[in-house]
């Protein structure tokens, strides 16, 4: 197991090294999302973290409209890669033109999608170089597990930090701030409450690729450490760049060195965000769906005729006949499903077309009044009984 | 004058009826979902039994049909995948629609079906496109944030099939890059479960200043006066968002959308005036206004809503009811869907062409006996036109 943290100054190198980060990840300002770095901090800081002994990964991780690929390339060929032991992607087009275009290994993130171990694996058969790939946070324990246990490539999950809610391309603040003029190097902050729901303090940061929205909460898999450590996974990132590397990198270390409570319980009273689990334990994040409709005006029997348009309480039903095989006779039983789910059952006794004509039988498309039946109401399917 | 490029017009099928509507009213191509896989679960979506009465219909009407699956599914979801294809394929529908390398993969096991990429993989250049191609993709849906001219390039350098929205309501954030319902309400987004915290007003809170503000809520989509664009670029299939939206949606927009492109191929050019005439139909629906957002320059400010989403939602032209039963040189039998007084003014919109109006009518109950109104959930016997059609809706003029 080894720790991955973001670089972003040279003063957190030293900080690194105390507290056993082995690999750095160097974010230049027109290839990451939360990328600060110029082209000249991009070469320092890779420069500095080899001195100390560092791995050095470039990241790439903007997704691109074909011109912005066009000027992320025009960027990326003035970095001098020979200070990178790796390159991590996202985009499938920067995963394209890494392949073609560099020899340097591939880090690949997963962590938009890519919930399913067929999936995981056809990236990791299909990308030349792989060293690594990012799993999303959204595997909990149990498909971690799982598919851990068929993939033979170096994993990495974050094991501390932010949790990444929205990524638009559009410049929210500055639209919302009515600023004329995008500046390529702002860096705007502000905190959402939401005034339909109840959440507070969303935090929102615009650069020059658009708009990102946070959890309040903060992800923290470290009370967990224990039995990640047990699971093979090659690397833990750590991801600081909100907080205090200083304060609490060493912290961190601590606890996922050798996890006590008494630390644990000291390090959440100073955390100054709220600190959650994502969908380690479980996700269940469908278990809801079912409620989004309603289930009992669906037409799910093979013995569906139709549906009633109107109901004229003691006067007739109207009905419209949907069925392509079954007919409505004269004198059948027919059952209603109503949009409540309650059946009812009653015999045909009166039978009209729409000219109002006295009928034995109607078919497909046939729109015919039948006797009224007590609680049946407009939506409920008919079938035959 | 060569015939101009002319692109598919594609309409969602959020149900069978809506699927009858959006074939009726001009749509070359329909998607639709099953029960599972797809991205929208509180849409009605269709039964296997659905499916085996739509998709057949279509195919009657000279219509492609194409099948979402577009879901970020998990191993348990797979599960179940292979017998849905099966049912598919039996039915002939023409593509499926993808967004996960999992079910790619899935589909290429166990079907010969065509693969759509889904605008959920957010694909949006050349480079991605030539990676979803050694993937077995045939056509590329791209991102709503790609322009006209970049999709244009896509296809010409991938040799792929490409799709562009052309209208309807818009994800603020890059297509599946928002798990807000995920985090804060326990609803998959990328699975079907999008509570649209987008649309929420915020208080915004920065240093210096506070307020509130619908600042993640985009205005909709409306492509319509750029049709020449998306034919000189010659994008393969515009796309109309909305499988939850109502039946009149689907119809009103296939039917506006199907003019014009019509009057396209006729042309080669749409009127500046006849654009209008278009665009003020599309205005007669609930909208949260429209935005050309990146179809030409990348989305600008004017691009975000900053309404309230129910603000605009008053039917300015609202659906009076559905063309159930034409009763030859008697009487029109409607399911009535909002009330209708023999005052009001009613519009019938034919399948193609100028819409029909009329006032000043006798309303009937379903028995024949005269009425002062017709009220919601009802049948109603209104006068003979004979160019009246069973499937047609039934417009109300301003209610506002």
Redesign the interface.
């Known amino acids: 197991m080894k720790l991955v943290s973001y670089l972003e100054k040279k003063s957190d190198l030293e900080i690194f090294k105390e507290n056993e980060i082995k690999e750095v990840l160097i974010s230049p300002l027109y290839l990451t999302r939360m990328g600060k770095s110029s082209l000249e901090d991009t070469h320092f800081l890779a420069k500095e973290a080899k001195k100390t002994g560092l791995k050095t990964v470039l990241v790439w991780d903007i997704v691109m409209t074909e011109e912005d690929f066009q000027e992320a390339v025009f960027y990326f060929k003035k970095i001098d890669l020979s200070y990178f032991d790796a390159i991590r992607v996202q985009d499938p087009g920067a995963i394209q033109w890494i392949q073609l275009n560099t020899k340097h290994p591939i880090q690949l993130i997963l962590e938009t999608g890519n919930r399913n171990i067929l999936g995981i694996q056809k990236w990791i058969s299909s990308v030349e170089r792989l060293e690594k790939v990012i799993f999303s946070i959204e595997l909990s324990k149990e498909m971690l597990l799982k598919t851990l246990s068929e993939i033979s490539v170096p994993v990495e999950i974050l094991v501390m930090g932010p949790i990444l809610l929205f990524y638009s391309p559009r410049a929210l603040l500055s639209f919302d701030k009515k600023s004329e003029n995008l500046d390529p190097l702002r860096w705007i902050e502000a905190k959402a409450d939401s005034e339909e729901g109840f959440h507070h303090d969303f935090k929102v940061i615009e650069n020059k690729h658009g708009t990102f929205m946070f959890l309040p909460r903060e992800l923290c898999l470290l009370d967990k450490i224990d039995e990640l450590k047990q699971m093979n996974i090659e690397s833990f990132r750590i991801d600081l760049r909100h907080q205090s590397t200083e304060k609490f990198l060493p912290q961190i270390k601590k606890l996922i060195e050798n996890f006590n409570s008494k630390d644990w319980q000291d390090f959440k009273k100073n955390y100054p965000e709220k600190l959650i689990r994502g969908f380690y334990a479980a996700n269940k994040s469908d278990i809801l769906f079912k409620k989004l409709k309603n289930q009992n005006i669906q037409r799910v029997d093979k013995n569906y005729l139709g549906e009633v348009l109107e109901a004229k309480k003691g006067s007739y039903l109207v009905l419209k006949i949907k069925s392509k095989t079954l007919e409505l006779k004269m004198g059948s039983h027919i059952k209603f499903k109503t949009t409540t789910g309650k059946e009812v059952v009653s015999k045909v006794t009166q039978l009209r077309n729409s000219r109002l004509e006295l009928i034995d039988s109607a078919s497909h498309g046939a729109i015919v009044i039948v006797n009224p039946v007590n609680a049946v109401t407009v939506k409920s399917a008919v079938y035959q009984h | 004058m060569s015939k101009p490029f002319l692109p598919e017009l594609l309409v969602p099928a959020g149900s069978l009826e809506k699927l009858k509507v959006a074939v009726q009213y001009g749509a070359n191509a329909v998607y639709l979902a099953g ?1 599972q896989f797809g991205l929208r ?4 979506n269709f ?1 296997e ?2 499916l085996r ?1 739509g998709i057949p219909y279509a195919h009657q009407h000279g219509v492609q049909t194409y099948v979402v699956l577009n879901g ?4 348990k ?2 599960e179940t995948l292979p017998s849905f294809l099966k049912l598919l394929e039996e039915l002939n529908v023409n593509a499926v629609i993808v ?8 589909v290429k096991q166990f079907s010969t079906l065509p693969i759509h990429l889904s605008t ?13 191609k ?2 077995g993709v045939k056509r590329l849906i791209l ?1 709503r ?3 006209i001219a ?1 999709a244009g ?2 296809k010409k350098e991938t040799g792929l099939e490409v799709e562009l929205f052309i209208h309807g309501s818009m994800c ?3 297509s ?5 319902s ?7 987004s ?4 999008c509570n649209h ?2 649309r ?8 210096d200043q506070s307020h ?2 619908f ?2 809520s ?1 205005k909709d989509l409306m492509g319509l006066p750029l049709i020449e664009e998306f034919s000189k670029y010659e994008i393969d299939s515009i796309k109309v968002e909305g499988r939850m939206k109502s039946p009149l949606y689907a119809g009103t927009i296939a039917k506006v959308y199907s003019d014009a492109l019509k009057e396209f191929e006729k042309k080669g050019t749409l009127s500046a005036e006849k654009i209008k005439h278009w665009v003020k139909e599309l205005q007669k629906i609930p909208s949260r206004d429209f935005t050309e957002a ?1 179809l030409l320059h ?4 004017q ?2 809503y900053t309404n309230h989403p129910t603000k605009n939602k008053k039917m300015k032209f609202g659906l009076a009811g559905e063309i ?2 034409v ?1 030859e040189n ?1 009487s029109i ?1 409607v ?1 009535v869907k909002s009330p209708i007084h023999g005052t009001d003014t009613l519009e019938i919109l034919p399948f193609e062409g100028e819409p029909l109006a009329f006032k000043n009518f006798q309303v009937k ?4 006996n005269s009425i002062d109104y017709a009220k919601t ?3 109603a016997r209104l006068p003979y036109f004979p160019q009246a059609k ?1 499937g047609q809706f039934i417009r109300k003029g301003a209610s506002e």
């Open positions: 029960q679960s509180a849409a009605e039964t039994d659905e009465e970020f599914l998990h191993d979801d797979l967004s996960d390398l999992g079910v790619i993969e899935t959920q993989a957010s694909c949006l250049n050349v480079e991605s496109g030539k990676l979803w050694t993937m991102g944030e790609a322009s970049e390039k896509i603020m954030a890059y599946g890059n928002c798990v807000i995920n985090f804060t309400y326990g609803r998959d990328n699975r079907g479960g915290s987008c929420f007003n915020y208080q915004v809170k920065y240093k509130s503000s600042l993640f985009s990146s990348k989305a600008d400010a691009s975000v159930i039963d009763i008697d039998l399911e109950d379903m028995m024949g959930s009802t049948v069973v």
